[in-house]
């Protein structure tokens, strides 16, 4: 599929909606389009473009309220004679601390973690 034909499939002002018939294939190619911007070359935005499309059941655009996973909760059974380590802090740059903030507000929103 040339992916010029897909960048104007539904979509007017450029920004993604999941109102169109086909959405997955809009929100993949504004994904792409968002990386072109920002300067890569035309193989690797195919390629990038192949890889959303052909896994598009594992990325999504935002989170959602989705139902709760039904899994045994995580046992951690410690070694007789383990020792806990406590780590220095690391440090973030404020584009990283950023993101983990708005991350965070996502998943709050979205009620996946509670705030402590």
């Keep these: 599929m ?3 034909a897909v960048d104007i499939v539904g979509v007017s002002s450029g920004e993604g909606t999941r109102s169109c018939a086909y959405h997955e294939i809009c ?24 890889l959303l499309f052909r896994y598009e059941d594992v990325f999504r655009l935002s989170l959602d309220r989705d139902p709760l996973a039904d899994v045994a909760p995580l046992r951690v059974t410690l070694k007789a004679g383990a020792e806990s380590v406590r780590c220095k802090a690391r440090r973030y740059s404020k584009e990283q601390r950023d993101f983990m903030a708005k991350h965070v507000e996502e998943l709050q929103a979205a009620c996946n973690v509670e705030a402590l």
């Design 2 to 4: 040339d992916l010029k």
């Design 27 to 50: 929100g993949d190619s504004l994904t792409v389009s968002k990386c072109r911007a920002a300067g890569c070359g035309d193989d690797f935005a195919t390629v990038l473009w192949a």
